[in-house]
C-alpha cells in the first residue's frame, strides 16, 4: 500500500460504544494529523503528533483519544460519543510539522456516524 | 487569526469549458501560502496547486491556474478545458511562511463543490 491509508473506511457506533480509528502512512513522514471534516464546515484540526511527540490538541474533547506508537501509525480511540460527532475524520501526515513548508498528504477518510 | 473564505458553496461547469472558483483570505503576515486542494467523491483530498505569496507570479499547474491577487488578499483557481473528473470539492487553504511554533496549521475554507457536465 501506499500513501495513507485509513481504516475502517465506514463506522456506525451507538453513544456507549468504544472503537478507534486508524491511520497509516508508508511516505516515511514524522509528522500525523487527525481532521474532523463536517458539511459545510472548515475542516478542522484537532490533533498533531510530530516524531511521535503530540504538538497539538486543538480543544478536543476528552471522549475523542489519540493515540501515535510510532512515526508511521496514528489512532483515534472514541468513547462515549454524541450525535454531533458524526463526522468524517481525515488522517494527514507530512515529512515534519516543524521547520519549513512540508506537504500534507491526506488519508480517504473514516465516515463516523454516531447514533 | 486568519481566515478563508470560499464564499460559492456549489459551481458547475460544462465540460470543455473554463471555471473559476473565488477564495478570499484574511492575514496580518506578509509571507504566506496559499494552496488549493481537490477532494473528489472518494473523498482522499489531493494538492492542487500552491502559490507563495512572495512570488508574484501566478501558479501554473496543466489545466489549473490561479489569479493570486495579494493587495486584495484574493486567490482563485481557474480550470481551463474542464473534465468529468474534475468534479469534486475544491478548498482553498492558508498556511503561514514562518517556521516553529503552530505555524505549519493548515487554515480551511468551506469549499466549492464543483459539478461538470457532459
Known amino acids: 500500500e501506499t500513501g495513507v491509508t485509513q481504516t475502517p473506511r465506514h463506522l456506525v457506533m451507538g453513544m456507549t460504544n468504544k472503537k478507534s480509528l486508524k491511520c497509516e502512512q508508508h511516505l516515511g513522514h514524522n509528522a500525523m494529523y487527525w481532521y474532523k471534516q463536517s458539511a459545510k464546515k472548515p475542516l478542522e484540526l484537532m490533533f498533531v503528533?510530530?516524531?511521535?511527540?503530540?504538538?497539538e490538541n486543538n480543544s478536543v474533547p476528552s471522549r475523542f483519544s489519540p493515540e501515535c506508537p510510532n512515526s508511521s501509525h496514528l489512532f483515534l480511540h472514541l468513547h462515549t460519543l454524541q450525535p454531533e460527532d458524526s463526522a468524517l475524520y481525515l488522517c494527514?501526515?507530512?515529512?515534519?510539522?516543524?521547520?519549513?513548508?512540508?506537504?500534507?498528504?491526506f488519508g480517504p477518510g473514516t465516515r463516523l456516524t454516531v447514533t | 487569526a486568519q481566515t478563508v473564505t470560499q464564499s460559492q458553496p456549489e459551481m458547475s461547469v460544462q465540460e470543455a469549458e473554463t471555471v473559476t472558483l473565488s477564495c478570499t483570505y484574511d492575514?496580518?503576515?506578509?509571507?504566506?501560502?496559499l494552496f488549493w486542494y481537490k477532494q473528489p467523491p472518494s473523498r482522499q483530498m489531493i494538492l492542487v496547486i500552491r502559490?507563495?505569496?512572495?512570488?508574484?507570479q501566478n501558479a501554473t499547474e496543466n489545466r489549473f491556474s490561479v489569479n493570486f491577487q495579494k493587495a486584495a488578499k484574493s486567490f482563485s483557481l481557474k480550470i481551463s478545458d474542464s473534465q468529468l473528473g474534475d468534479a469534486a470539492m475544491y478548498f482553498c487553504?492558508?498556511?503561514?511562511?514562518?517556521?516553529?511554533?503552530?505555524?505549519?496549521?493548515?487554515?480551511f475554507g468551506k469549499g466549492t463543490l464543483l459539478t461538470v457536465n457532459p
Open positions: 492575514t496580518s503576515e506578509s509571507d504566506y501560502y
Open positions: 494527514a501526515s507530512s515529512r515534519d510539522a516543524a521547520g519549513g513548508y512540508y506537504e500534507q498528504y
Open positions: 502559490q507563495e505569496a512572495y512570488k508574484q
Open positions: 503528533y510530530n516524531f511521535k511527540e503530540q504538538t
Open positions: 487553504a492558508y498556511r503561514s511562511r514562518r517556521s516553529g511554533g503552530s505555524n505549519y496549521k493548515l487554515t
